[in-house]
């Protein structure tokens, strides 16, 4: 299987399209998907994901071409994508060349936030002629390349929207998934969101500043991201104190050092 297939657990994936009003769609007894049969959902998705991957590849081969290495940053909102973008830019920026794909439904408040540390932005609001999308697909994706100039950059980030389902089910071209925690979400999120975990070649456990105001279970965390993904690597950071910030720069640095980064088989 190549890289660019969303992970063979992703769709159709149980908790996607558990969208509360469609509890009474006819026939939709025990399938919350607004689809009158199952087969005409997954028809659906695979058509979706199909076109999905079709632009996926195109992205990746932009990048290729650039020779800029693509990393895809994954949340649930709130969790510090953006500060932790701030802090790896004024840590890196100087040294690197580097591109910000700032995903929000609506508003330039991120990407504003991220501007005046030296990176391109470009920012792609999906409220905006894409109805609202709850991630970042690949055609979304390669409507922001023609505002970045991809042949001078090393690095290119996606703050993706976020969402602990959504994104996980569609690549966009990245070379590498980097999915945010942050302690405050609680510890049996691996559990409830498998897909999501499972997808992240990196997870950065953040807020850890907060941990003695919480009663967050850290091992009982560490055993049910083991449960879904074991071996996989773990950070963590807070974006509010930088503690774990700079081994994630040099994870990313470690991406760009690499000549040509490894394909990973997803
Ligand atoms: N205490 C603490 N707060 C944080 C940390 N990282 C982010 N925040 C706060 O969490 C909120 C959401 O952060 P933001 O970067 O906008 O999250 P995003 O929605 O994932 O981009 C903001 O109020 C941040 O100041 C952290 O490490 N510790
Ligand atoms: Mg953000």
Redesign the pocket.
Known sequence: MGRFHPHPDSHPHPDSHTHPDSHTHPGSVGDHSGYSTGAERVEVLERILGENERVARANRAAFDAAGVTVVNLM?A????????LAETLRRLAPHRRIGIIEGDIETSL?ADRLEGFGAAIALVNTGNGFGGECHLDAPMVASALPRLPLSELDLVII?NV?NLVCPAEFAVGEDRRAM?F?VTEGEEKPLKYPVMFRSADLVLV?????LPYLDFDAEAFRRNLDAVHPRVDVLA?????GEGIDAWCDWLANLLGAPGVAPIQR
Do not use: Q
């Open positions: 949340s909102p709130g969790a510090g994508k953006t500060m932790l991120d703050e976020g945010m942050a953040n807020k850890t500043d907060l950071v807070s974006a509010r104190t």
